[in-house]
């Protein structure tokens, strides 16, 4: 029995310690249960509740330990499971924050863009560095880093153009032609002329129809255009040129003083174009012409238009582009001072406004009936409001400084060739005095209101060589011939397309018509592209505004007709020569005629 018992107290002390080595560490320090409401966390990891749970059950069946003991040993070991559960869920949430305000902290003291990583593969080690280097370099653009080889966000919203162009002008001109052709331009944009013969006994104002001339010229433009925002865009442009003319940018060099003075700078384009659209534009300010027109029968090809202006167009099929043009333009606008020094019995001290406005609007297609073959036609209606010339009321105008009721309908601008009327109905301070000077001012004896019918087509068949065809008829229906014979016959001197010292025998007329052809490239790209044209021009006196026609041909303006041809070679990407010959010759009226040529050499940028 003694054997026995100390065999069964060997075997209650090996279970015992079987049991204890079982169990968590803090268990072996105090084997009791915790008497504090939550249990204490173990040193070592916990075993599987499983096991644990498997070894106490087979301690009680051995008769180890009661069931009373293994309870409390299995609520232990829960308790122990769930503090180690919850401890690696707090460990795990504070090794991220760790990590967290590590990277933070390493950021701080790192340049922008940097990345840490433990360890990275060198094919993603390369692929970090494209990312990084773009997103850096779009960093730059954004914020405007000056770096070498790269621009700041704002400059690449501007884009910059000029050309500059340097001319060699001959004009002969033959015998016979009429030498008192009158410059109401410098008469208009001047002082009145005198028209009494016994205070002023010199000839008026006249152009050069005798003497050959040559000159060079100078033009030179400087443009940019800014996309602003979401289809809104701005440009500007400055350019050179002898005066204000509308119609011409050349600089005669040796002129303006000469002694290699320097030449004025003109503001020459400034507006604002939102394009909501691709195929639909707004522009306001003074832009360029908004209408087709190829050719310069009625508008010259740098003339610039002030006013407002929308464009459309639309792809209703294949090959088949309808286009829309509209607009509203001031051609003149009255000085806020205009009209003084007017009889004081009168009570007037100002003028009316006399502003003169252009309505325009045309129609029109780009058509391409087969691939090698494009074709664009146009109709245009231009309606010109209160550009005639008006009679004034009886006034006085024996001083340079005074001022009749119509003199704002006088043109501020013209070339020549319109037919004109004297504006003023001059009454005599003094009837007794014969030498009481009379100054007069001229206007335009015709209204005008144009229908404009043009087109071009261009045969591909032979590229990169072209063949293209341009034509433009030109109607003033504003014009009839009685009535504006009847205005001729109030201007006592001669006045453009006349027999050459009256007015009784009015031969003008309101039509006019341009054709052209043109062999080679379209676009001088490359060195030793070329093209050449020839055409035909035939423009009555009163079929269009004189002031705003091609400038070159006859010197500029209208009753003029003849040929012209020219050539165009590429001297680089955009460097190329041109040479021109034209031939002119007045429609009607005294003899006029001129041969001009013109060599060119071009750059743009």
Known sequence: MVRTKKAGLGSISLAVCVAASALPAAAQDNVEAPSGPRPT????????PNATINLINLLVKQGVITEEQAAALIKQADDEAYVARQAVREAATKAEGAEKTASAAADAVSPPGTKRVT?????????????????????AKKEGWVAPGTLPEWASRIRISGDVRV????????????????????INTGQPYDLNFNSNPYFWPTYNTSEDRNRLRLRARLGLEADLYQGFWAGLRVATG????????????????GNFSKYAIWLDRAFLKYTPFPDLTFSVGRFDNPFFTPTDLVYHRDLGFDGFAAQAKVEV???????????????FNTDLNAGSNLDPSTGVAKFPSNDKWMYGAQLGAHL???????????????????????LSDPCFASTTSDACNTDLTRPSFAQKGNTYMALRDIVARDISNINEPRYQYFGLASGFRNIVVNGRLDFGHFHPAHVVLDGEYVVNTAFHKSDVAARALLNPLPAGPVDGSTNANYVGGNQGWLGRVTVGHRELKELWDWNFHVGYKYLESDAVIDAFTDSDFGFGGTNLKGYFVGANLGLGPNVWATARWMSANQVAG?????DILQVDINGRF
């Open 590 to 594: 005294a003899p006029y005629a001129v």
């Open 167 to 186: 001319r060699y002008e001959a004009a002969f001109f033959p015998p016979g032609n009429y030498p008192y052709s009158v410059n109401y331009n410098a």
């Open 368 to 390: 391409r009936p087969v691939p090698d073959v494009e074709a664009t036609v146009g109709a245009a209606y231009y309606d010109f409001n209160n550009v005639q010339g008006r």
């Open 119 to 139: 360890y990275v593969p060198e094919i993603v080690k390369k692929q970090i560095r494209e990312d990084i280097k773009k997103e850096v370099i779009e960093k």
């Open 41 to 48: 966390v173990s040193r070592t990891p916990p075993p599987s």
């Open 317 to 331: 099929a294949p090959g088949i582009t309808p286009f829309a043009v509209g607009g509203v333009f001031p051609v």
């Open 242 to 257: 002898d005066s204000h003319a509308p119609v011409s940018f050349n600089q005669t060099l040796g002129g303006s003083g």
